[in-house]
């Protein structure tokens, strides 16, 4: 079979699994997603070979430090990923949910319930914890998936994805609820984007290349899950342990995922005071600064940043930074290089903080915490399959909710329009 051959089949698959999940209750979903979970432990060692495979294949192909981290497994983050299906366990069932109601002058009743997508498209980059988060949502949320992760972590993609359909398949989980496609060669992603017949929605999450590439091409409603260049401003007046301690963990404490910060911007009233601190602190946990002509004044040795630095997702450890003359300033770059992805300002100033939320454009905007806190779990909305940058249908962390849709329906005592 061709590749389009062998996507349009799942295609269809995943289009009857759909139907047959939407005769399931509460319950009985609950008692596959247990299955799930359960199976994920036992196919650990499994799980973790796969991923030895994956991992040596990219220090082989020179992935870097912060590429190689989002790929690894160990027994921590498949507890966290078996941790995470459990939840959705006691998570309220979001189909069925009756969003509003009215009685027309005619007599009829209208409803509008909530109901599952159907069939979604996840198509993502490197770490395979999304496999189990994204088919275990979808499920929930009464979709089928189809799942298209990177070449990087096929082997672990696959591991994932057999120990899920087992496990759920064994508490009664529809034959193809749940598929991976095999192939990683790009034009699968093309083939997917195109797929409308099958596809109700497509999720792409990963660098700029990846999503580009699903927006060309799609004939599916895209949820994109962008790039993430964030920011933290911090004001005049600041406290500037909180600002350091904040910088440093929206920065360093996980520098690889979409809410780690980027850009920081920083109040000239501030900045000589805070600045050569800071980049004592960063330089202890080896990031690099790249700065503007204000910041490489106090900061020795900072490297000069260009107008590319601006607009850069480093995933990294770099951090570009730049002096301001007020909140305008930080407000106005903000809204020329952001991606509308998660901004934080650290003020005392309730005035300054108002105004930071409401005219920076993000799906997250925070007042002295850090941009880390842009997750489904951190923010209580429990297990995520990612975190949307569109405004139309899903923004920020992307739960159950947003995996489905509405339809009206309408009962009658014999009614006709006249």
Request: net charge negative; aromatic share 4%; with cysteine.
């Amino acid at each position: 079979m061709t590749t389009t051959e062998i996507i349009h089949d799942m295609g269809r698959r995943a289009r009857k699994a759909s139907r047959l999940i939407t005769r399931l209750n509460t319950a009985e979903k609950n008692a596959v997603l247990s299955g799930m979970a359960s199976a994920l432990e036992s196919h650990a060692p499994a799980i973790l070979a796969a991923n030895r495979r994956d991992m040596e294949a990219g220090q082989d192909s020179g992935l870097s430090a912060a590429m190689l981290d989002r790929l690894l497994l160990n027994e921590k983050r498949i507890a966290d990923m078996v941790r995470a299906i459990r939840e959705l366990v006691g998570f309220n069932d979001p189909v069925g949910r009756i969003l509003d109601t009215k009685v027309r002058p005619n007599g009829l009743t209208i409803e509008k319930t909530s109901v599952p997508i159907g069939v979604i498209g996840i198509i993502y980059e490197s770490r395979p914890n999304v496999t189990a988060d994204a088919a275990s949502l979808c499920f929930k949320a009464g979709n089928a998936c189809i799942l298209r992760g990177g070449k990087e972590a096929i082997h672990s993609n696959l591991a994932i994805a057999t120990a899920l359909m087992e496990g759920g398949r064994s508490a009664g989980l529809p034959e193809d609820s749940i598929q991976v496609v095999p192939i990683t060669d790009r034009e699968a992603i093309k083939i997917m984007a195109q797929m409308d017949q099958y596809l109700d929605m497509i999720v792409p999450r990963g660098g700029y290349a990846l999503i580009e590439a699903v927006v060309q091409n799609a004939r599916v409603p895209v949820i994109k899950h962008a790039h993430g260049i964030c920011h933290v401003y911090v004001d005049a007046g600041a406290d500037l342990a909180m600002a350091e301690k904040i910088t440093v963990n929206a920065k360093c404490q996980r520098p690889g995922v979409c809410n780690a910060l980027e850009t920081l911007l920083v109040h000239e009233a501030v900045a000589a005071e805070f600045l050569p601190h800071l980049a004592q602190t960063l330089a202890g946990q080896k990031v690099e600064v790249r700065g503007d002509a204000a910041t490489q004044k106090l900061i020795p040795g900072c490297v000069p940043a260009t107008e590319q630095d601006w607009s850069t997702e480093y995933l990294d450890l770099i951090l570009s930074i730049r002096v301001v003359e007020n909140i305008d300033a930080a407000l106005d770059h903000i809204a020329e290089y952001g991606s509308h992805h998660t901004d934080s300002i650290i003020t005392p100033h309730e005035d300054h903080a108002k105004r930071f939320l409401r005219e920076v454009d993000s799906a997250v905007v925070l007042v002295n915490a850090s941009t880390r806190f842009n997750d489904g779990g951190e923010l209580g909305l429990g297990a995520e399959i990612g975190i949307s940058t569109d405004k139309l249908h899903a923004r920020g962390p992307m739960g159950l909710e947003e995996l489905t849709t509405f339809k009206y329906i309408v009962r009658g005592t014999g009614q006709v329009r006249a």
